[in-house]
């Protein structure tokens, strides 16, 4: 698919009010950890609304754009850029933060004009042009010292419309991202009349974790921002597909999940994501030596005592592995390897400080993304939790959810809630040709996924 985007305008828009309760936020090392890391980029994509001939998509952008507007007044720090200072006690390591300065947040309007919804839809895999509906393209979360730490990007379809939006992961993970996003939809639903969970930004429990100083002193290494390349995109042979799974065939993999270990502690999402590694790795002909890893990022939010609320706009976020040798994970099962992930979750949830206070004696961000065939590894981020299809902005819910071209290497497993059945889960899985084909062929994989 070839089709041009056009850029109809571009503008830096800024918070309605112009107040700054706070002008400087400290990053935790959860935020800190993101920094060579890529943004989160999620969009939506709506069938048009009907609208009067006469200047009826225009008022729609100015509509959007002044809602946009009046969420930054909420979310303002969305508005600001990164900053660093030297740590005068040293003065071989510096504070990186957030600097609420109102510079402005990135708002695009764009125009495919031969795409329709189907041509998004309908294709088995998800088509490449998708990519281009999201704002701030090839940057690094270290680049907000200079960039925008939001860009939205409205792109006009034939029949529809496409809301992608694009967040520094250094600023928010995926729950902030949600939060920020069905506010929006909510202000401009609703004249900005009803706002739910308006978000919190205190960071004063990492005063109460042990050996956290905080701010966190971090190599100045860490941000020598013009000596990396602009992440590389995901090479054109690596595809994109979304599977969908129902209710009821994720309830059975738990039940014999649970069933296989003896207990009822395994999830339904431990469950599903153990099926889909085994698949992967049958299809993938590993030889039974050759050790495979499944990554998780674990949203650390209720597992801290007391618990950080809801609302609370950050990253808090952190990975957890799970590390087994193809011949194991295929010959013990799938309540084995769910166990595993259940396990190695539970670990993180007992001593929810452990990682805070282990990266700030040895602070490094997170590898880049890996594109090689060769690789064994797999990671699953977001979460079918977050409230996706509630993100009405006044013309209807979305009829689809699609991820940008950001932190796409080989292996990365996205998880959104199912559009139509309340506890079906899609999972938007990146591979390449030759393992969507054996998964094709594989009679256990396609007994639980409806294709």
């Known amino acids: 698919m070839a089709e041009i985007i056009s850029i109809i305008s571009t503008t830096l828009v800024v918070p309605a009010s112009g107040n700054k309760p706070a002008t400087r936020i400290e990053l935790s090392p959860w935020e800190l950890q993101f920094l060579s890391f890529g943004p989160i980029q999620k969009g939506l994509l709506f069938l048009k609304p009907t609208l009067p001939q006469e200047n009826g998509i225009i008022n729609l952008i100015d509509h959007l754009k002044t809602s946009f507007s ?57 088509p490449r042009i998708v990519h281009s509906f999201f704002p701030l393209n090839g940057v690094r979360n270290y680049d907000g010292v200079y960039r925008p730490l939001l860009g939205v990007q409205v792109t006009e379809l034939v029949d529809g419309i496409f809301i992608g939006c694009t967040v520094n992961h250094s600023v928010a993970d995926g729950a902030s991202f949600w939060h920020f996003f069905n506010t929006w939809s909510e202000i401009s639903r609703d004249s900005g009349e009803i706002i739910t969970l308006p978000p919190v930004f205190d960071r004063c429990f990492l005063n109460d974790v042990n050996n956290v100083h905080f701010p966190t002193p971090i190599p100045q290494s860490m941000l020598t921002f013009r000596n990396l390349a602009p992440p590389p995109s995901p090479p054109q042979s690596l595809q994109e597909r979304v599977f969908h799974f129902r209710k009821e065939k994720i309830a059975a993999l738990k039940a014999r999940a649970n069933a296989e270990m003896g207990t009822n502690k395994i999830s339904s999402l431990q469950a599903l994501s153990a099926h889909l590694w085994r698949c992967i790795t049958r299809c993938r002909r590993f030889p039974e030596d050759q050790e495979t890893k499944y990554q998780f990022l674990i949203g650390m939010r209720p597992r801290l005592s007391p618990p950080l609320p809801a609302q609370y706009f950050g990253a808090a976020a952190q990975s957890g592995t799970v590390t087994m040798k193809a011949g194991e994970l295929l010959e013990r099962g799938l309540g084995y390897a ?17 990682f805070l206070e282990s990266w700030v004696k040895d602070p490094k ?51 959104f809630p199912g559009a139509e059945e309340e506890g079906s889960i899609d999972i938007e899985v990146c591979l390449f040709p030759e393992t969507f084909e054996a998964m094709m062929g594989d009679a256990e994989f396609l007994e639980a996924v409806t294709v």
């Not at 600001?80 to 005068?88: D, Q």
């Not at 769910?338 to 452990?354: G, K, L, Q």
């Not at 594109?371 to 006044?394: I, Q």
């Open 70 to 126: 009046r969420t930054l007044d909420l979310f303002y720090p969305l508005a600001g850029r990164l900053c660093s200072s030297v740590n005068e006690d040293d003065n071989a390591t510096c504070f990186c933060f957030l600097n609420c300065n109102a510079a402005g947040a990135q708002f695009i309007h764009a125009a495919a004009g031969s795409v329709n919804v189907a041509d998004i839809l309908e294709p088995v895999d998800v």
């Open 365 to 415: 961000p997170l590898s880049a993304p890996i594109f090689s065939r060769a690789s064994d590894s797999y990671c699953t981020s977001s979460s079918p939790r977050f409230n996706v299809y509630g993100t009405d902005f006044g013309w209807g819910k979305p009829v689809a959810v699609r991820s940008g071209g950001a932190n796409k290497p080989y292996g990365k497993i996205t998880l």
């Open 338 to 354: 769910a166990w595993e992930m259940n396990r190695m979750i539970a670990a993180a949830s007992s001593e929810p400080t452990n």
